[in-house]
């Protein structure tokens, strides 16, 4: 009978010490998955970080940081609620690891929450001592809150201190390309790539700023690689997108936006761009769908406010056009185009110096635009003074050679100076490029004078 205990005892000892050995292993798999799976967030790769978290958790449900890092995902994926939700949870295993406090700060920043992001970036900054890693990340909050100097001198203390500088110097590049600072921006993902040249959050982030200044294939040498070997980091996407639209590559355009998308819910530049493509493409739906987006990530995005305001003014929908610029103009009072859009409905109802006014302070703000060069020789056209006129198209053309409207009011400036086969041939340029409205050329004052000449009418035909 003794002997039969003790083989009872023996067997049960055996097994809980498997199960405890089972239960190690499992947790130390789980531990090494959570380490991998922010490996390659710190490297973009959310697609593969979610399988990785996903597997951690599997196998230690109790797992805080793995939990904390789900939420973290979930949160970029734009499900907040089950973010917020994981968060809590991971904070109640573990309340004083400030890695999780880190994740909680993330969570509530997706979600729109900047005040108790910084209050939880605040209590990882404690736990960790002042991490290199969370001051980088309360920098990110605070240019989120307009409050760019506070980020940068944070920022600039972490670069001065080592640890960490190649993040810092990235989030620093960022506040300087937001404020269209590119210069300065480029010399600080510089910085991050001579402290790590692996960090692929600089290079993609280097290749928007040379994309910024016309260098489309300096940017394509970048980043192909990446590219190439199927990366889930948006930012590589969102270059990849705006190269393939410099090439009028449409269709790749939209396969990389939507590439952005999917691995960054609230990527607004990537919103943005596919809504002005499903505008090209004449689908207002889609437009307006991704439009929308943006604006629940942020509700006064005046650029998002102006995009929707310009399809409802093409549609005919004055009023709510006009009511959603107004909008746009209140939520940021310094985006050019909002004053530009609206000097052309000034301009239609015949209020040709207070459209000049706008279009003049439209020209302040970013002289450079083409959309606000087109219509302020438009303007000019209407004021019959030919040479201001042909100055702004002028302007406009050589930042978009193949804008119609610039060339159309280009020849009607030259037609104006009785300069006939000049004006006929940029009218032959808009012609090329798509140029087709029979009423501007029979009713514009500028031809009045050309209506008979054979070739005119020959362009009276083809608009036909």
Same mark, same amino acid.
């Given at each position: 009978?003794?002997?039969?205990?003790?083989?009872?005892?023996?067997?049960?000892?055996?097994?809980?010490?498997?199960?405890?050995?089972?239960?190690?292993?499992?947790?130390?798999?789980?531990?090494?998955?959570?380490?991998?799976? *922010?490996?390659? !967030?710190?490297? $973009?790769?959310?697609?593969?970080?979610?399988?990785?978290?996903?597997?951690?958790?599997?196998?230690?449900?109790?797992?805080?940081?793995?939990?904390?890092?789900?939420?973290?995902?979930?949160?970029?994926?734009?499900?907040?609620?089950?973010?917020?939700?994981?968060?809590?949870?991971?904070?109640?295993?573990?309340?004083?690891?400030?890695?999780? %406090?880190?994740?909680?700060?993330?969570?509530?920043?997706?979600?729109?929450?900047?005040?108790?992001?910084?209050?939880?970036?605040? %209590?990882?900054?404690?736990?960790?001592?002042?991490?290199?890693?969370?001051?980088?990340?309360?920098?990110? !909050?605070?240019?989120?809150?307009?409050?760019?100097?506070?980020?940068?001198?944070?920022?600039?203390?972490?670069?001065?201190?080592?640890?960490?500088?190649?993040?810092?110097?990235?989030?620093? $590049?960022?506040?300087?390309?937001?404020?269209?600072?590119?210069?300065?921006?480029?010399?600080?993902?510089?910085?991050?790539?001579?402290?790590?040249?692996?960090?692929?959050?600089?290079?993609?982030?280097?290749?928007?700023?040379? *994309?910024?200044?016309?260098?489309?294939?300096?940017?394509?040498?970048?980043?192909?690689?990446?590219?190439?070997? $199927?990366?889930?980091?948006?930012?590589?996407?969102?270059?990849?997108?705006?190269?393939?639209?410099?090439?009028?590559? %449409?269709?790749?355009?939209?396969?990389?936006?939507?590439?952005?998308?999917?691995?960054?819910?609230?990527? %607004?530049?990537?919103?943005?761009?596919?809504?002005?493509?499903?505008?090209?493409? $004449?689908?207002?739906?889609?437009?307006?769908?991704?439009?929308?987006?943006?604006? =629940?990530?942020?509700?006064?995005?005046?650029?998002?406010?102006?995009?929707?305001?310009?399809?409802?003014?093409?549609?005919?929908?004055?009023?709510?056009?006009?009511?959603?610029?107004?909008?746009? !103009?209140?939520?940021?009072?310094?985006?050019?185009?909002?004053?530009?859009?609206?000097?052309?409905?000034?301009?239609? =109802?015949?209020?040709? =110096?207070?459209?000049?006014?706008?279009?003049?302070?439209?020209?302040?703000?970013?002289?450079?635009?083409?959309?606000?060069?087109?219509?302020?020789?438009?303007?000019?056209?209407?004021?019959?003074?030919?040479?201001?006129?042909?100055?702004?198209?002028?302007?406009?053309?050589?930042?978009?050679?193949?804008?119609?409207?610039?060339?159309?009011?280009?020849?009607?400036?030259?037609?104006?100076?009785?300069?006939?086969?000049?004006?006929?041939?940029?009218?032959?340029?808009?012609?090329?490029?798509?140029?087709?409205?029979?009423?501007?050329?029979?009713?514009?004052?500028?031809?009045?004078?050309?209506? =008979?000449?054979?070739?005119?009418?020959?362009?009276?035909?083809?608009?036909?």
């Amino acid at each position: 009978m003794r002997t039969k205990i003790f083989a009872v005892i023996f067997i049960l000892i055996i097994t809980t010490s498997s199960l405890l050995t089972a239960g190690c292993e499992n947790k130390y798999e789980s531990n090494k998955k959570t380490k991998a799976a *922010i490996e390659n !967030i710190k490297k $973009g790769e959310y697609g593969k970080a979610t399988g990785q978290i996903d597997e951690a958790i599997k196998q230690y449900r109790k797992n805080a940081l793995a939990l904390s890092v789900k939420a973290f995902l979930n949160a970029k994926n734009g499900d907040g609620g089950s973010a917020k939700r994981i968060i809590r949870q991971a904070v109640m295993l573990d309340k004083t690891n400030w890695q999780i %406090r880190l994740n909680s700060a993330k969570v509530f920043l997706f979600s729109g929450d900047t005040e108790r992001a910084l209050e939880e970036a605040g %209590r990882a900054l404690e736990l960790s001592q002042d991490s290199p890693e969370v001051k980088c990340f309360k920098a990110e !909050i605070l240019s989120q809150k307009n409050e760019p100097a506070e980020a940068a001198a944070l920022l600039t203390s972490v670069i001065q201190g080592g640890q960490n500088s190649d993040l810092a110097a990235v989030t620093l $590049g960022d506040i300087f390309f937001k404020d269209k600072n590119f210069e300065k921006a480029l010399e600080q993902y510089d910085l991050a790539l001579a402290k790590n040249p692996a960090n692929i959050e600089a290079i993609a982030s280097k290749a928007l700023v040379l *994309i910024e200044k016309g260098k489309m294939k300096e940017a394509f040498e970048l980043i192909k690689h990446y590219d190439e070997s $199927g990366t889930d980091n948006p930012k590589i996407h969102l270059a990849m997108a705006k190269i393939s639209k410099a090439n009028k590559n %449409r269709v790749k355009e939209e396969e990389e936006l939507t590439k952005a998308i999917a691995n960054d819910k609230f990527n %607004r530049e990537s919103y943005l761009m596919l809504a002005m493509l499903k505008m090209e493409q $004449g689908n207002a739906g889609e437009a307006e769908r991704n439009l929308f987006r943006i604006l =629940e990530i942020d509700p006064n995005n005046g650029e998002a406010l102006y995009y929707r305001a310009y399809i409802k003014l093409s549609m005919g929908q004055t009023d709510e056009g006009r009511q959603l610029l107004e909008q746009a !103009i209140k939520a940021d009072p310094s985006f050019s185009l909002s004053y530009t859009l609206k000097s052309n409905i000034l301009l239609k =109802e015949g209020k040709l =110096e207070e459209a000049l006014d706008l279009l003049k302070k439209s020209e302040q703000l970013d002289a450079e635009h083409p959309f606000t060069q087109t219509y302020l020789a438009r303007a000019y056209i209407i004021k019959r003074d030919a040479g201001l006129a042909e100055k702004h198209a002028d302007k406009a053309i050589q930042k978009d050679p193949s804008n119609i409207l610039a060339l159309y009011y280009k020849a009607s400036a030259l037609a104006m100076q009785n300069k006939k086969d000049q004006a006929f041939s940029f009218l032959e340029k808009a012609f090329e490029n798509g140029f087709n409205e029979s009423a501007k050329l029979n009713t514009d004052f500028c031809w009045q004078p050309y209506r =008979e000449d054979p070739k005119f009418k020959e362009f009276l035909k083809k608009a036909r």
